[in-house]
């Protein structure tokens, strides 16, 4: 009978240790357990930050790209509708020079235009292409100047089709000064662009 | 030249070589005179005059005679040499590589037409660079100092990122202190097209897009172009510098297929040729462009340039790197150990070097610690690679405590101070801050370029 309450005592003392041991280890696990949930808040705190800083930077990048690539796109198409407005005006200018034939303008035109090519091609026999509409007048100037300079000259039979002025070839073919309003209003277009354009916008004399 | 004697045409064509054409019975022609071909096609392409004499001239065509016969095609000499029209409407526009509309929109509307070779600058009315830019780069903003108006080359590699660290410059730099942005200037020249997209793209997602005008000359494009596209760029550049006091970042990729094209055209005229068969003068031909940069007095902006150069097999002694150094003001050179290690920028900072540092740093312009720490960088990792070679023969166990120390300042100085993202934008605190956190790791003795009361203020090491 002894023998049996000596070890129930035993197997008491036994599991009452085995108790309060298991209870401080549930104790320390749950210490450790709160400590890594703190722990781990700290982290993901960092964690927010460093994702919200990261999408903060790129909605910046986005914001300045979109705004960016707007003004970008309106400017361009500014400069669509400018280059339409411009085409239109050269187009018109194209027009009145056209029938600008008969004016007495037009023939000083052509005279100086005349006088200016024959010695740039530097060749002693030329032919001179014009349109249908000068020939006369051509020739008509050519009668004058010809008096005045030693260069012989030829009217091709073949009219080009230009708006006026006179495209001035050597004898051999192997020259050729295109003096063509056509040719001259290409070479000076740029020039011509920006004073139209300065127009449309309202900005003429401006910088003048 | 007045315009009535412009546009004489010639159709007798005596020869076609390589990239040059032969044109006879000239009777007016001049040196540089631009000339525009027209092919019996009806093709037109733009030449420019080499060479004049006993009634011919040699001209260069720009985009190559590939298809061009000695009947039937033109050539129209146009009395003037090649101009570039330059407008603010320059910005946010993409232009191939001789200074044509590439991205659909017309020509631009020119506030002046700028003859692409640039009018050199008087000697004395330049200014000298001391203004510091702060690209965001730390090894650059910290040894390797950018000023403004300054010419610094980045010498790289084959398949090394010189373009990502060209673009992070081109959308970071800043003057310090303004809320000025750089303008970029991009002459591609003869580089991929996944590398001009690249660059385009990083701008215009940085937003500096509108700020920026491109020159785009692709691999695939004519090579003789290549001639043009440095100049083209440099003359906006100088446009928007010196006309409309803007401060301008000009970046010139691949200077190397820039010498490239000359050589063949050298080669073509039947030059002597010089080392590796580049024409004796491309020592001249490459200051010419690279001498447009700096500052003028009196006038508001500055053209920097960041002219990239990729060394055939990696050869610094090549004569494109070697000439070029001579002409600019120190260079980026970009390591394959480093590049391969993984780390970003991979800049050999034992190689490089920036000669304006010394002025455009220290009390006043940035921090008076500044210049110190650079050489102190310089000191620290030179040591470092000794010991590492070193320590390849003896082994670790063979070093003093002090070697030790250099050893790990080393990798920290390439993991912490070099290292560092493609996105990342440091400012000049952080990057000193971080150089200072290397620095501590040595004790404090050996700290001999830096003044005490640095170390005392700046020191965070043991004593």
Same mark, same amino acid.
């Given at each position: 009978?002894?023998?049996?309450?000596?070890?129930?005592?035993?197997?008491?003392?036994?599991?009452? +240790? +085995?108790?309060?041991?298991?209870?401080?280890?549930?104790?320390?696990?749950?210490?450790?357990?709160?400590?890594?949930?703190?722990?781990? @808040?700290? +982290?993901?705190?960092?964690?927010?930050?460093?994702?919200?800083?990261?999408?903060?930077?790129?909605?910046?990048?986005?914001? !300045?790209?979109?705004?960016?690539?707007?003004?970008?796109?309106?400017?361009?198409?500014?400069?669509?509708?400018?280059?339409?407005?411009?085409?239109?005006?050269?187009?018109?200018?194209?027009?009145?020079?056209?029938?600008?034939?008969?004016?007495?303008?037009?023939?000083?035109?052509?005279?100086?235009?005349?006088?200016?090519?024959?010695?740039?091609?530097?060749?002693?026999?030329?032919?001179?292409?014009?349109?249908?509409?000068?020939?006369? #007048?051509?020739?008509?100037?050519?009668?004058?100047?010809?008096?005045?300079? !030693?260069?012989?000259?030829?009217?091709?039979?073949?009219?080009?089709?230009?708006?006026?002025?006179?495209?001035?070839?050597?004898?051999?073919?192997?020259?050729?000064?295109?003096?063509?309003?056509?040719?001259?209003?290409?070479?000076?277009?740029?020039?011509?662009?920006?004073?139209?354009?300065?127009?449309?916008?309202?900005?003429?004399?401006?910088?003048? | 030249?007045?315009?009535?004697?412009?546009?004489?045409?010639?159709?007798?064509?005596?020869?076609?070589?390589?990239?040059?054409?032969?044109?006879?019975?000239?009777?007016?022609?001049?040196?540089?005179?631009?000339?525009?071909?027209?092919?019996?096609?009806?093709?037109?392409?733009?030449?420019?005059?080499?060479?004049?004499?006993?009634?011919?001239?040699?001209?260069?065509?720009?985009?190559?005679?590939?298809?061009?016969?000695?009947?039937?095609?033109?050539?129209?000499?146009?009395?003037?040499?090649?101009?570039?029209?330059?407008?603010?409407?320059? #910005?946010?526009?993409?232009?191939?590589?001789?200074?044509?509309?590439?991205?659909?929109?017309? %020509?631009?509307?020119?506030?002046?037409?700028?003859?692409?070779?640039?009018? $050199?600058?008087? /000697?004395?009315?330049?200014?000298? /660079?001391?203004?510091?830019?702060?690209?965001?780069?730390?090894?650059?903003?910290?040894?390797?100092?950018?000023?403004?108006?300054?010419?610094?080359?980045?010498?790289?590699?084959?398949?090394?990122?010189?373009?990502?660290?060209?673009?992070?410059?081109?959308?970071?730099?800043?003057?310090?202190?303004?809320?000025? %942005?750089?303008?970029?200037?991009?002459?591609?020249?003869?580089?991929?097209?996944?590398?001009?997209?690249?660059?385009?793209?990083?701008?215009?997602?940085?937003?500096?897009?509108?700020?920026?005008?491109?020159?785009?000359?692709?691999?695939?494009?004519? &090579?003789?172009?290549?001639?043009?596209? /440095?100049?083209? &760029?440099?003359?906006?550049?100088?446009?928007?510098?010196?006309?409309?006091?803007?401060?301008?970042?000009?970046?010139?990729?691949?200077?190397?297929?820039? *010498?490239?094209?000359?050589?063949?055209?050298? *080669?073509?005229?039947?030059?002597?040729?010089?080392? @590796?068969?580049?024409?004796?003068?491309?020592?001249?031909?490459? &200051?010419?462009?690279?001498?447009?940069?700096? !500052?003028?007095?009196?006038?508001?902006?500055?053209?920097?340039?960041? /002219?990239?150069?990729?060394?055939?097999? %990696?050869?610094?002694?090549?004569?494109?790197?070697?000439?070029?150094?001579?002409?600019?003001?120190?260079?980026?050179?970009?390591?394959?150990?480093?590049?391969? @290690?993984?780390?970003?920028? $991979?800049?050999?900072?034992?190689?490089?070097?920036?000669?304006?540092?010394?002025?455009?740093?220290?009390?006043?312009?940035?921090?008076?610690?500044?210049?110190?720490?650079?050489?102190?960088?310089?000191? =620290?990792?030179?040591?470092?690679?000794?010991?590492?070679?070193? *320590?390849?023969?003896?082994?670790?166990?063979?070093?003093?405590?002090?070697?030790?120390?250099?050893?790990?300042?080393?990798?920290?100085?390439?993991?912490?101070?070099? @290292?560092?993202?493609?996105?990342?934008?440091?400012?000049?605190?952080?990057?000193?801050?971080?150089?200072?956190?290397?620095?501590?790791?040595?004790?404090?003795?050996? =700290?001999?370029?830096?003044?005490?009361?640095?170390?005392?203020?700046?020191?965070?090491?043991?004593?």
């Amino acid at each position: 009978m002894s023998s049996n309450s000596a070890l129930e005592r035993t197997i008491n003392k036994v599991l009452s +240790k +085995k108790e309060t041991e298991l209870i401080s280890q549930i104790d320390a696990a749950y210490q450790e357990s709160l400590k890594n949930i703190e722990d781990s @808040k700290s +982290k993901l705190e960092a964690e927010r930050t460093k994702i919200i800083e990261s999408a903060k930077k790129q909605a910046e990048n986005l914001k !300045r790209q979109i705004v960016g690539s707007s003004r970008l796109n309106a400017r361009n198409k500014e400069l669509l509708m400018l280059e339409n407005d411009v085409n239109e005006a050269f187009e018109k200018a194209k027009a009145r020079l056209m029938s600008s034939g008969k004016e007495e303008s037009y023939k000083s035109l052509m005279t100086r235009i005349i006088e200016d090519s024959l010695p740039t091609v530097g060749s002693d026999e030329v032919v001179i292409e014009c349109n249908k509409n000068d020939s006369e #007048l051509v020739k008509k100037i050519l009668a004058e100047s010809t008096k005045k300079s !030693r260069i012989k000259t030829k009217i091709s039979d073949q009219p080009i089709n230009v708006i006026g002025g006179v495209r001035v070839k050597s004898a051999d073919n192997t020259m050729t000064f295109d003096n063509t309003l056509d040719s001259r209003i290409e070479r000076l277009k740029p020039l011509i662009r920006k004073n139209v354009a300065r127009m449309l916008r309202g900005t003429a004399g401006e910088e003048e | 030249m007045p315009e009535t004697t412009a546009g004489i045409e010639y159709t007798k064509v005596a020869e076609i070589k390589g990239p040059l054409m032969v044109i006879d019975g000239i009777t007016k022609a001049s040196f540089d005179e631009l000339v525009e071909i027209e092919t019996s096609e009806g093709e037109r392409r733009l030449g420019k005059v080499l060479e004049v004499g006993f009634g011919k001239a040699v001209v260069q065509v720009f985009e190559g005679t590939t298809g061009l016969t000695i009947t039937g095609t033109k050539a129209k000499f146009l009395g003037k040499t090649m101009e570039m029209p330059v407008s603010q409407e320059l #910005l946010g526009r993409v232009f191939d590589g001789l200074g044509r509309p590439n991205d659909g929109l017309p %020509d631009p509307i020119a506030d002046k037409f700028l003859d692409v070779n640039g009018e $050199p600058m008087n /000697p004395e009315r330049r200014e000298y /660079p001391t203004s510091f830019i702060q690209t965001g780069v730390s090894v650059i903003d910290g040894m390797l100092t950018l000023v403004r108006g300054q010419k610094l080359p980045i010498f790289s590699g084959s398949g090394m990122p010189h373009n990502i660290l060209a673009a992070q410059i081109a959308r970071q730099a800043a003057v310090v202190g303004t809320k000025e %942005d750089f303008a970029v200037v991009f002459a591609a020249i003869g580089v991929q097209y996944s590398e001009a997209q690249y660059f385009k793209r990083s701008l215009e997602e940085s937003g500096a897009l509108r700020r920026s005008v491109l020159f785009l000359n692709l691999a695939d494009d004519p &090579a003789i172009e290549r001639i043009i596209t /440095p100049r083209v &760029a440099l003359t906006v550049a100088e446009y928007l510098a010196y006309d409309l006091g803007m401060h301008v970042l000009a970046i010139l990729t691949d200077m190397t297929n820039y *010498a490239e094209a000359l050589r063949e055209i050298s *080669a073509a005229r039947e030059e002597v040729p010089g080392r @590796k068969g580049y024409p004796g003068y491309l020592y001249t031909d490459l &200051a010419n462009n690279y001498e447009r940069a700096g !500052r003028i007095k009196g006038k508001d902006g500055s053209v920097t340039q960041v /002219p990239i150069l990729s060394m055939p097999a %990696d050869d610094i002694t090549h004569p494109i790197p070697d000439l070029t150094g001579y002409i600019t003001e120190g260079q980026i050179v970009l390591g394959r150990d480093l590049f391969r @290690k993984g780390v970003y920028p $991979p800049v050999n900072v034992l190689m490089s070097l920036s000669r304006l540092m010394k002025d455009g740093v220290g009390e006043g312009k940035t921090r008076s610690d500044h210049m110190e720490v650079g050489n102190q960088l310089y000191d =620290l990792y030179s040591r470092a690679q000794e010991v590492r070679a070193l *320590a390849e023969i003896v082994g670790r166990a063979g070093l003093t405590g002090t070697d030790l120390k250099y050893l790990d300042a080393g990798d920290m100085f390439e993991n912490y101070f070099l @290292k560092q993202a493609a996105d990342e934008n440091r400012n000049l605190e952080e990057t000193l801050g971080r150089a200072w956190e290397v620095l501590s790791t040595l004790p404090e003795g050996e =700290l001999t370029k830096i003044k005490d009361k640095h170390v005392k203020q700046y020191y965070k090491g043991s004593k």
